[in-house]
């Protein structure tokens, strides 16, 4: 097992503040302020059979902090010095505005009717319709219409492109629609 030689290499994290820095570097950050409080303590418990609810171990966190080996940002943590984690930009709709229309925007529980048609990226088109009514936000079509058509107006147009995972994702639908 690499990770049990590599631990057994290293020498092992003493003080609480180590072992919480220790944990931090083992896990993926779920954003870029580095890793959650509950994620880090789940850790300390599975891997060093520390007390999550202890008092030591919340002062162990201020002490980090205090002393500048952590940085808090709300309720997640990274080590002071270390390279911001990278997390994965979210999938989002390219909205290419071509005609805007008069009145109220269309906003999240609308009822919207929409005239389409949907081309994949070699330009072939896998559907239309000249009238189709949806209520907005409320996942009734793919996660791109709920975004793309979010601020349009009666009578205006827009051509969105939209990315796989706010479309039909890996999956596809078949037969029309390959994945990603």
């Known amino acids: 097992n690499k990770s049990t030689s590599i631990y057994r290499t290293m020498a092992p994290p ?10 931090i570097r083992q896990q993926p950050a779920a954003s870029a302020n580095g890793v959650s409080r509950t994620a880090i303590l789940k850790y300390l418990a599975s891997e060093f059979n520390v007390d999550k609810n202890k008092a030591t171990t919340k002062k162990a966190f201020k002490d980090g902090v205090r002393k500048g080996i952590l940085i808090q940002t709300g309720q997640s943590f990274r080590v002071q010095g270390d390279k911001l984690p990278e997390v994965a930009q979210e999938a989002k709709v390219t909205i290419e505005e071509l005609k805007e229309g008069s009145g109220p925007a269309a906003e999240a529980g609308d009822t919207v009717t929409v005239k389409y048609e949907g081309k994949l ?19 009734e079509v793919i996660k791109g219409w709920d975004q793309g058509i979010a601020g349009m107006k009666v009578g205006g147009k827009r051509k969105l492109f939209v990315p796989s995972k706010l479309g039909y994702g890996k999956r596809g639908a078949a037969p029309e629609i390959p994945g990603n």
Not at 125 to 136: I, P
């Open 14 to 23: 003493k003080t609480l503040v180590d072992k919480i820095v220790y944990a």
């Open 121 to 139: 990226d070699d330009g072939s088109v896998f559907d239309s319709a000249s009238s189709f009514e949806f209520t907005l936000g409320a996942g």
